[in-house]
């Protein structure tokens, strides 16, 4: 099947699959207790799991998130692959370029999962590993903004289920994808440093992980089924250019 079609088929959209059926546990066998014992010496105590962290605030309300951004910012993701860069251009696309800008500065993309990787074409992100927090996003919709750059390699461009329906989901260019101009994806900025950290991102599974499950179950499902997916470890906004700052040409090989 030709790059195209793939493109065709997959068209970016974000598909929400059905849940698969739980699978039966095994069961445990049974444990012999060992014979009682005096030990030498007393064990100690055992250490309780620490808590998990609440779900920040803010995220858990989309509403509030609506600060506008710089004209030009950078963003930087520390990834298990490597860091990489990516520079904002608020007049390509306003609107999505506003949303990543609130999206990135709270936090939302934190130990998130590289979850769909096609090579050639493109890689994605933008689902929440906890689903307290991404229940509340996805129906955050923003409206389209015109398409006023290209996707082409290294430009990054919000995901879309249809017209007026992008909420968190971005996607990476590996090449020129040009054609998907005509379809409405808008680029809100581009890589401008680490490349060829977003070329090694892991792509053995593909797009094997399930959308749905990963909206219900987060990093719990993707960390037991897809334990080798490459992780966000953290995404900043580490410097906003100079005002009258002009974007880096984009990245090429």
Do not use: C, H
Not at 51 to 76: G, H, Q, W
Not at 122 to 128: A, S, Y
Request: avoid cysteine.
């Amino acid at each position: 099947m030709s790059i195209a079609a793939l493109a065709a088929s997959a068209a970016l959209a974000l598909a929400q699959t059905g849940t698969k059926p739980a699978e039966p546990k095994p069961a445990t066998p049974a444990q012999a207790k060992p014979a009682t014992q005096k030990p030498a010496t007393a064990k100690p105590a055992t250490a309780k799991p620490a808590p998990k962290p609440a779900p920040s605030a803010a995220l858990m309300t989309p509403s509030k998130l609506t600060e506008t951004a710089p004209a030009v910012y950078n963003v930087r993701f520390d990834t298990t692959a490597g860091p990489f860069v990516v520079q904002v251009t608020r007049a390509w696309a306003p609107k999505g370029a506003d949303r990543f800008y609130n999206l990135v500065k709270n936090g939302y993309y934190d130990a998130s999962r590289f979850f769909r990787v096609v090579p050639t074409f493109m890689v994605q992100f933008g689902i929440n590993g906890d689903p307290k927090i991404q229940k509340g996003w996805r129906e955050a919709i923003i409206t389209d903004d015109p398409v006023t750059q290209s996707n082409k390699r290294g430009f990054i461009t919000f995901a879309t289920r249809g017209p007026n329906s992008r909420t968190t989901q971005v996607f990476i260019n590996f090449g020129d994808n040009a054609r998907l101009d005509r379809q409405g994806f808008a680029p809100f900025g581009q890589v401008v440093s680490g490349m060829e950290i977003v070329d090694k991102i892991n792509a053995q599974y593909g797009e094997q992980p399930e959308q749905g499950r990963i909206q219900e179950e987060g990093n719990a499902y993707l960390a037991k089924a897809f334990p080798k997916l490459d992780v966000i470890q953290k995404a900043s906004i580490v410097r906003v250019p100079a005002a009258g700052t002009k974007p880096k040409p984009p990245v090429k090989k």
